[in-house]
């Protein structure tokens, strides 16, 4: 049987409609995967970009902000170490005060000490002349060289004068009285005088070691304010010493802090280095992440290509002749993929390339950055280190300065104490020759009197022997004389209403009217 030839058309203009129609599906899913690879493409591309930029920033926002941190704990510690550091004006004035506290400190402290001396001097002047008990008579006090004395010492000697000239005014008015009883007063004089002479050689030598204990005492106390002086040097020079010491210890608690702080430093700097390893090591890992995807991302769109043309082997099999433009056209259009892959390849390498440059451009910058800041700080630690050199030197010469000049006030103040000592010791010899010259002078005084008393004692005698031996003639005489008085003849015969001589300048108790 023959077959239709029109159903034979019919059938193969069919198949010519299914073959058609695949190849539009077919071309329309080649499409489809062709826009799908270059979306996936363009997706991993603005990914890649947008993980660049974003890692890129927060270097750059990193290494601003470690900057700004840096800047600022360089500016603090700038502003602490000019804040601590002191200048050689202040310095300077500093010591300048310190030097003229201890010189005013010298002045007060000698100026007490001469008052002390002074008042010791002073305690012991009354002292001795209330002991001799001799000044009081002629108005005489010791004029002591001080001029913090004079006016105290004046007024005192104004009141004892007008004392001593109220007492001769009192003794004048009782010389009256006592001119009465003149003759009783030298019997008695002469019986305290016999009486007396032992003591009195006593009390002399009573005084005279008296005089001895005081120049021995005077001794003792220019030693004892000698070694007080000695104490007192001594006392300096280990103050002196402590301040050395304490300069000492300064200097080395300086030299810590500036190592602690170097020590600090180069721990931060080690610190800060291991984070940037650490950050570089991140970004390295994180890198390798995304060239992972990137490398499985393409694997698979190799697989996927394979996939399909293995789909398009096997449909070209299955309609090798229906296929031969659709195949010349998928060859040309692999190798257009191809090429644009190559080329993408090419344009991912260059912006890689270029990348890696602009990070090494970086850290190349970051690294000139951290040499140049390095040796500013170098250079700053270095001056800082010079200043510091100067500063001490400086301040070591300052101090010898300072020590000489402490030095030249300690000799003139030795030498003025010296000197004070000095004039103290020759007031005080002359203060003694003239105690010795005035006692002596005493002496020879009292030895006058003395003698004045004797020789006024012995007249008394003879002129009380007078008045007896004329009593004793005119009451012994012969009563019958005719001139004789009745009184007298009443007195021979021991009449008891007739007063009788006793002595003494009183009105006689028989005479009762006269009372």
Same mark, same amino acid.
């Given at each position: 049987?023959?077959? #239709? ?22 071309? !329309? ?23 660049? +930029?974003?890692?890129?920033?927060? *270097? ?40 003229? %506290? ?10 007490? !000490? ?29 004029? $002591? ?13 104004? *009141? ?7 007492? &001769? ?9 006592? @001119? ?14 016999? &009486? ?11 005084? @005279? ?41 300064? #200097? ?25 390893? @650490? ?6 890992? $994180?890198?390798?992440?995304? #060239? ?21 082997? /096997? ?10 433009? +659709? ?28 990348? !890696?440059?602009?990070? /090494? ?16 700080? !170098? ?44 004039? &103290? ?42 008045? &007896?031996?004329?009593?004793?003639? /005119?009451?012994?005489? $012969? ?12 007195? %021979? ?23």
């Amino acid at each position: 049987m023959s077959q #239709n030839p029109w159903k034979g058309a019919q059938q193969n203009e069919s198949l010519r409609s299914e073959n058609q129609t695949k190849l539009t599906k077919q071309s !329309a899913e080649r499409l489809r995967g062709v826009w799908e690879q270059q979306t996936r493409e363009k997706q991993i591309e603005v990914e890649t970009w947008r993980r660049f +930029y974003q890692i890129k920033h927060e *270097q750059s926002k990193e290494l601003a902000e470690r900057r700004q941190a840096f800047k600022l704990a360089t500016l603090e510690e700038e502003t602490r170490l000019l804040a601590e550091r002191t200048t050689p004006a202040d310095e300077k004035a500093e010591r300048y005060a310190k030097l003229k %506290a201890k010189a005013l400190q010298l002045e007060e402290d000698r100026r007490l !000490a001469n008052l002390k001396l002074v008042n010791e001097k002073y305690e012991q002047q009354f002292r001795f002349v209330s002991d001799q008990n001799y000044s009081y008579y002629y108005g005489y006090l010791p004029r $002591e060289g001080c001029d913090l004395l004079r006016k105290e010492l004046s007024k005192r000697k104004a *009141q004892e004068i007008s004392e001593d000239r109220r007492v &001769q005014i009192i003794m004048n008015q009782q010389a009256k009285q006592l @001119a009465k009883e003149q003759e009783l007063y030298f019997d008695r004089l002469q019986l305290e005088q016999q &009486q007396l002479s032992p003591e009195s050689q006593l009390e002399c030598a009573k005084k @005279a070691e008296e005089r001895r204990e005081l120049v021995n005492v005077l001794h003792k106390q220019i030693q004892q304010k000698e070694a007080e002086k000695q104490e007192i040097l001594a006392g300096k020079i280990r103050e002196h010493q402590e301040m050395e010491k304490q300069n000492q210890e300064l #200097n080395a608690e300086k030299e810590r802090l500036l190592q602690e702080k170097f020590l600090r430093r180069n721990k931060i700097r080690h610190d800060l280095d291991i984070c940037l390893q @650490a950050k570089r090591e991140r970004l390295a890992g $994180e890198q390798a992440k995304v #060239n992972a995807v990137d490398t499985m991302q393409l694997k698979q769109a190799k697989e996927q290509a394979v996939k399909q043309r293995e789909g398009l082997s /096997a449909d070209k099999r299955r309609a090798k002749k229906e296929c031969l433009q +659709y195949m010349d056209y998928v060859r040309q259009t692999k190798k257009a993929e191809q090429l644009y892959e190559r080329q993408l390849e090419c344009m991912v390498d260059d912006k890689v390339n270029q990348e !890696a440059q602009k990070a /090494a451009e970086c850290k190349a910058r970051e690294r000139a950055a951290r040499k140049a800041l390095i040796k500013e700080t !170098a250079d700053v630690c270095r001056q800082q280190i010079e200043q510091k050199s100067y500063e001490s030197v400086q301040e070591k010469l300052s101090k010898i300065k300072e020590a000489a000049e402490l030095k030249t006030i300690l000799d003139k103040t030795r030498q003025e104490t010296e000197k004070q000592l000095v004039d &103290q010791q020759m007031r005080l010899e002359n203060y003694r020759q003239q105690l010795e010259a005035q006692i002596s002078e005493r002496h020879q005084q009292e030895a006058q009197m003395q003698e004045e008393r004797k020789r006024e004692q012995s007249d008394g005698q003879r002129t009380e022997a007078i008045v &007896q031996q004329r009593v004793y003639d /005119a009451l012994h005489s $012969e009563l019958d004389d005719a001139d004789r008085h009745p009184w007298r003849k009443m007195l %021979a015969h021991q009449h008891p209403d007739i007063p009788v001589w006793t002595g003494m300048l009183a009105i006689s108790p028989y005479n009762r009217a006269l009372k």
